[in-house]
């Protein structure tokens, strides 16, 4: 990190800034420019309040060097991170499917999406017991019961499942769970990343409706710093001004967050999309720009699914897809590995 003081600073509050600086295990280079006095900075950075430091009096700017992530950063942890979820690996070249309603709806529902999912190539399971709805008077999951219907699916498959938490309380709920989803609207509720870092449950982190990547890593660095490293990122579309889709696909994700962060990224077509007609085409571009896996909502009858059916595919749709899928595999992009 290196802070830009402004011309002539009062002594007195120098000396304060550089021994509160040494007191946080920082070593300080103090330079004098043609105007201003130059500190540099070394250290662990990540646990300084950069904001505080650029309000200080004496203090003209502040450019942060590394980024203040460390647990998630890529420079830190060069290989590609693998999580076992249930047995089944993503990352470090391992591509998975997740596919699956986006509402466990009866018993008969779930097991027979489940079945279909699995017959077409997917590798675990999806199904919310717990809805984040947009309206109080929209149907808000099974609950309890949405977690057990799901272990009934697993016991009939073998699929691991995946499923969203929304508040802490609900915890105790998630034992036999694989990977517990993190929803868009709760990436940054810090209180439930500190619990999840307590877990030793893969966790699968959505980005935030209107989240930046370091955001993004940031809430993944909250469940790491507990401990759990078992960290998967998924990019579900960010709000843009373009209202033709829900939300917007951001390709560039992919790449980016494998440049930054050794975790695996995997792709939602369908909440990034809203349309069944648009999950096809954006699943395989995020094949295409290297994506670790997908997580597809599949429907066995999309007009009537109580949550999320326009964005449904169905099981005959998912299978066709995973066809393309598997043939464009071999040809996606690969990060580029620079001594
Ligand atoms: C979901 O996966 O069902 C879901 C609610 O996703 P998101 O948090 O990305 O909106
Ligand atoms: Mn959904």
């Not at 009096?57 to 980024?67: A, P």
């Not at 969203?164 to 309380?169: A, C, G, R």
Request: charged content about 25%; glycine content about 8%.
């Amino acid at each position: 990190m290196i802070v830009m003081l402004k011309p002539n600073p009062e002594r007195k509050q120098l000396d304060a800034f550089l021994s509160w600086l040494n007191e946080r295990g920082m070593t300080v280079h103090v330079n004098q420019g043609e105007y201003h006095k130059i500190v540099g900075l070394i250290g662990d950075t990540s646990t300084l309040d950069i904001d505080m430091i650029r309000a200080l009096d004496i203090v003209d700017d502040v450019v942060r060097l590394q980024e203040p992530y460390k647990n998630a950063n890529r420079k830190f942890h060069p290989n590609d991170s693998v999580i076992d979820c249930g047995g089944v690996k993503v990352g470090g070249g391992n591509f998975q499917v997740i596919a699956g309603p986006c509402s466990v709806e009866s018993e008969e529902q779930i097991c027979l999406v489940a079945r279909e999912v699995k017959k077409a190539g997917a590798t675990m399971l999806r199904g919310g017991a717990f809805k984040p709805r947009t309206s109080p008077y929209s149907f808000q999951g099974l609950r309890d019961e949405g977690i057990r219907l799901l272990l009934e699916a697993k016991k009939e498959t073998g699929l691991p499942i995946v499923t969203e938490i929304m508040d802490l309380s609900q915890l105790d709920l998630f034992d036999e769970v694989d990977v517990i989803q993190v929803g868009a609207r709760n990436m940054q509720n810090f209180e439930l990343l500190k619990a999840l870092g307590h877990t030793n449950k893969p966790i699968l982190l959505k980005r935030g409706l209107s989240s930046t990547l370091e955001e993004l890593l940031m809430s993944a660095e909250y469940i790491m710093a507990g401990g759990n490293e078992q960290v998967i990122l998924c990019e579900r579309g960010i709000r843009t001004f373009e209202t033709y889709t829900r939300n917007t696909l951001d390709i560039s994700a992919i790449p980016s967050l494998k440049e930054l962060s050794h975790l695996p990224i995997i792709i939602d077509p369908s909440h990034s999309t809203g349309k069944s007609k648009l999950v096809a085409p954006t699943a395989m571009a995020a094949v295409a720009a290297g994506a670790d896996g997908l997580i597809i909502e599949v429907h066995n009858d999309p007009a009537h699914a109580l949550c999320d059916g326009p964005q449904s595919l169905t099981p005959e749709a998912f299978a066709k897809l995973m066809v393309g899928i598997n043939a464009l595999r071999p040809f996606a992009y690969k990060r580029e590995v620079t001594a």
